[in-house]
């Protein structure tokens, strides 16, 4: 997972590189894309963090992870039931 992260760091870099770039060039679009690419690289960070903040919910209490995923599913299935009606 910490390549998952480190890869995230990298592009969110590239991205703030590529958007002063593109603020020093006057180019919108190459500022986009580089806004757009550090908004990708953080949320892939993100995404790292939550796994394992998951992956130690799970070491650290199976059985309440369990009861919630279960209790999840109950609650979806009844909703889809009650939809189809």
């Keep these: 997972m910490e390549t998952t992260k480190a890869e995230g760091v990298i592009r969110e870099v590239a991205g703030d590189a590529q958007g002063v770039a593109g603020e ?4 919108a679009g190459m500022q986009l894309s580089g806004k757009a690419k550090a908004l990708c690289g953080k949320s892939q960070q ?8 998951a992956r ?3 070491a650290d209490n199976p059985l309440a992870v369990l009861g919630a995923a279960v209790g999840i599913g109950f609650a979806l299935g009844a909703l889809w039931a009650w939809n189809r009606e």
């Design 46 to 53: 993100l995404v790292a963090d939550a796994a394992v903040v």
């Design 24 to 27: 020093m060039l006057g180019d």
């Design 56 to 58: 130690e919910a799970i």
